[in-house]
């Protein structure tokens, strides 16, 4: 299988005066197209560093990331990312703010018109054309998430990057925004790199989960597959043995085997 | 609205039916009532002033009505500036104008002054709070100059510009733009990095991220420093007015004085301090209209 996306040889160092911390060691990764990953571990381990670098927002300090066996090392819209405070400008609408995307990445392909359906077409795909004119403050937590999501997808990333999305969000809101998340992942067929933090959330939606050792010098640690099939259901998988037993992986890699010491 | 109030006694004369609808009507209180509203509102916030205000100026004319007293009493002041107070508009050539030219005259160099130096201090201030370097060069001298006082400058304006009419504009324009300058790199270095990555992961250019992102994220904070400079220059500007002369209401002041027209100095300071007023709420309200709903959370 060719990747899609390849992070090759990766190493993170951070250096603050005379003090070097190496975050990240020898971290390969191949990606297929089309597949959904989540990165896992405890905190500080690294994972939202690999996201930056993913995104370009960081750079590597060995090694590489490619996509589609192109070098990148700046960040582009290929590469979109849903951050977790969901980031969204303030003072824009909710429509403008995934304008600002969509006017700059299809300035040339798109006509004023084309561009302007492209926009509602994907607060559509989320349920946010009702609030298309409101402000971020006058939206609840989820619906910003979902107007981040829309962002994102409208720029038409080669690979989706969701950093932690899920997490400022209540249980319930979260669930329904995973169930959006795998339903769209249903239906477009992104590429998407997850960080998570939630063993759950990971088996649901993932088809590989990456387990990440604690750093400092944190690496992957194990690789597991998520055979379930799609669509999933949440509530079938409840009592899935499938599910079970996945879960119960990731669970013993992060509280048996890589428990997580508080630092010093 | 003319829609009476909804008394019980008015659901009940309704069919049965439609009675719990009409029921969930919010009340509206009636005209009348929403007036007495807001007139008690706006007395409980004018009053007080008021009271407070005529309370002095009763103070004022005990303390200035006995004889020998150095300052005319109000109501020696309205007497005097009658003919000023009731036709700013006269014009008899030279400096012997109405008030209103006088204010117009000071305004219009502060617009001038002011509005360069809003344009210059925005663009020094994003330079500043955008590139460490450039903060490390300038910011010491900005320092160092904004402890400056205005007037001091006048001499050496005068000296390059060899006239009146720019050396005012430059002193306002030098007293104005520490401020704005100062705030509006803060407001810049305070833009949040999420904001930055957004602008990154979109690829704006440095134009379209400075349009886009930086200034509006930095809104809040230019307008402070809008703010505190119109003050600064229209305080400087009286004070410029003063030695440069020609038609202004600082060099109105001085003329009184030197004519010993006490009464025409306090006209012209209450003047001052109104427009000073205006000119604060003004900026405040433009901030207000500009960075409205846009704070962060």
Redesign the interface.
Same mark, same amino acid.
């Given at each position: 299988m060719k990747p899609y996306l390849k992070l090759d040889h990766i190493d993170k160092t951070f250096t603050r005066g005379n003090a070097t911390t190496e975050v990240l060691k020898d971290i390969n990764l191949n990606i297929a197209r089309g597949e959904y990953v989540s990165i896992i571990g405890h905190s500080g381990c690294g994972k939202s560093t690999m996201l930056n670098i993913i995104a370009g927002l960081t750079g590597a300090s060995i090694g590489c990331v490619l996509l589609e066996d192109r070098e990148v090392n700046s960040p582009g819209p290929d590469r979109a990312v849903v951050f977790q405070n969901h980031s969204l400008l303030p003072w824009l609408t909710v429509y403008q703010n995934v304008q600002l995307g969509v006017d700059k990445v299809f300035a040339k392909s798109k006509s004023k018109a084309e561009r302007e359906a492209w926009i509602l077409h994907n607060l559509n795909l989320v349920q946010m054309t009702h609030a298309k004119d409101k402000r971020p403050s006058e939206i609840s937590g989820g619906m910003k998430q979902r107007v981040g999501i829309a962002r994102a997808l409208a720029m038409e990333p080669k690979v989706l990057l969701l950093d932690e999305p899920f997490g400022a969000l209540d249980a319930l809101t979260r669930a329904h925004l995973q169930d959006s998340v795998m339903a769209l992942h249903q239906k477009l067929g992104n590429t998407i790199v997850m960080i998570t933090h939630d063993v759950d959330e990971a088996v649901l939606l993932s088809d590989r989960i990456v387990m990440m050792t604690n750093g400092p010098s944190a690496t992957i640690g194990e690789v597991l597959d998520v055979p379930l099939t799609r669509p999933r259901k949440r509530l079938d998988l409840a009592t899935d043995p499938l599910y079970l037993k996945c879960r119960k992986r990731v669970l013993e890699f992060l509280y048996e085997r890589h428990r997580f010491v508080e630092a010093a | 609205m003319t829609m009476p109030a909804i008394s019980p006694d008015n659901v009940k004369m309704l069919p049965t039916t439609a009675a719990p609808v009409v029921a969930m009507r919010p009340k509206r209180a009636p005209r009348a009532d929403r007036f007495l509203k807001i007139a008690r509102a706006t007395a409980v916030r004018v009053i007080p002033p008021l009271i407070v205000l005529a309370l002095l100026m009763l103070f004022w004319e005990l303390v200035c009505r006995r004889a020998g007293s150095t300052l005319p009493p109000p109501s020696k002041v309205f007497k005097d500036t009658r003919e000023l107070i009731f036709d700013p508009f006269f014009d008899h050539g030279g400096i012997d104008k109405g008030l209103f030219w006088h204010l117009s005259a000071s305004l219009q160099r502060v617009a001038y002054g002011y509005s360069l130096a809003a344009i210059a201090g925005i663009a020094l201030g994003t330079l500043v709070g955008q590139s460490v370097w450039a903060m490390r060069g300038l910011d010491p001298l900005f320092q160092v100059l904004r402890t400056i006082p205005p007037l001091a400058w006048l001499p050496l304006a005068l000296a390059a510009f060899r006239d009146g009419q720019p050396s005012a504009i430059f002193v306002i324009f030098i007293t104005s733009i520490w401020p704005i300058i100062i705030n509006t790199a803060v407001g810049i270095r305070n833009i949040?990095q999420?904001?930055r990555?957004?602008a990154?992961?979109?690829?704006?250019n440095p134009l379209?991220f400075f349009w886009?992102?930086m200034l509006? @994220?930095a809104?809040p904070y230019i307008f402070t420093g809008l703010r505190i400079g119109v003050g600064l220059s229209w305080l400087a500007i009286i004070a410029a007015e003063m030695l440069i002369g020609g038609v202004g209401i600082g060099f109105f002041i001085w003329d009184a004085w030197n004519s010993s027209h006490i009464s025409e100095i306090i006209l012209a300071l209450f003047y001052v301090g109104i427009i000073g007023f205006v000119l604060d709420r003004a900026i405040a309200g433009l901030g207000y209209l500009v960075?409205h709903?846009? @704070?962060?959370?």
């Open positions: - | 949040p999420d904001y990555n957004v990154a992961v979109v690829q704006l379209e886009k992102i509006p @994220s809104a960075t709903g846009t @704070s962060a959370n």
